[in-house]
T-cell receptor, first 113, second 114 residues
């Protein structure tokens, strides 16, 4: 089945540690996205990539980093510089064309203690 | 830049009653419009979208939305809701002429009860 796989589903980390969230897609999509979801705030764009080896900052990129070395993979690293990292993180992909819908993974819930 | 406003954070409704979830947007350019649904602890699924053509778009499970350019709105409606429609609904926009980077509203929680 084609789709987007995020792992792990739940992740716990101590404050001050970097953590990497995995996102893999087998839809052959060019574009991939990372969103952060907090209660009452909707989804906010962290980073996006429209092509391999290229990515752009979204609205809330501070404290996060990404890489896009392969078309299928778009990992997100939450660094110790992110002041409030506890959240639900959603990865998405699309064909990247105008009006193309985004397909979402099941999300990773990160809790920093 | 685009922005999306969903004024109702929660909408309680009885089963088999009609419902409308409101969505207004702001943009200096033409936009594409989307409604997504999210069930607890899951990702988002596309419900319906407006790209061009007929301003009334329908989903396979009975929802419909109407694009109103003059009022910059894209309200979601269903004439008779079911318990299984309980979920969070997000309105989103992307600007035409750009790759599909979505801007989301804050979401509306639809709670259907017996």
């Amino acid at each position: 089945d084609g789709g987007i796989t995020q792992s792990p589903k739940y992740l716990f980390r101590k404050e001050g540690q970097n953590v990497t969230l995995s996102c893999e897609q087998n839809l052959n999509h060019d574009a991939m996205y990372w969103y952060r979801q907090d209660p009452g705030q909707g989804l906010r764009l962290i980073y996006y990539s429209q092509i391999v080896n290229d990515f752009q900052k979204g609205d809330i990129a501070e404290g996060y980093s990404v890489s896009r070395e392969k078309k299928e993979s778009f990992p997100l690293t939450v660094t110790s510089a992110q002041k409030n990292p506890t959240a639900f993180y959603l990865c998405a992909s699309s064909r990247g064309q105008m009006g193309a819908e985004a397909f979402f993974g099941q999300g990773t819930r990160l809790t920093v203690v | 830049a685009q922005s999306v406003t969903q004024l109702d954070s929660q909408v309680p409704v009885f089963e088999e009653a009609p419902v409308e979830l409101r969505c207004n947007y702001s943009s200096s350019v033409s936009v594409y419009l989307f409604w997504y649904v999210q069930y607890p602890n899951q990702g988002l699924q596309l419900l319906l979208k407006y790209l061009s053509g007929s301003t009334l778009v329908e989903s396979i499970n009975g929802f419909e939305a109407e694009f109103n350019k003059s009022q910059t709105s894209f309200h979601l409606r269903k004439p008779s809701v079911h318990i299984s429609d309980t979920a969070e609904y997000f309105c989103a926009v992307s600007a035409t002429g750009t790759a599909s980077k979505l801007t989301f509203g804050t979401g509306t929680r639809l709670q259907v009860t017996l």
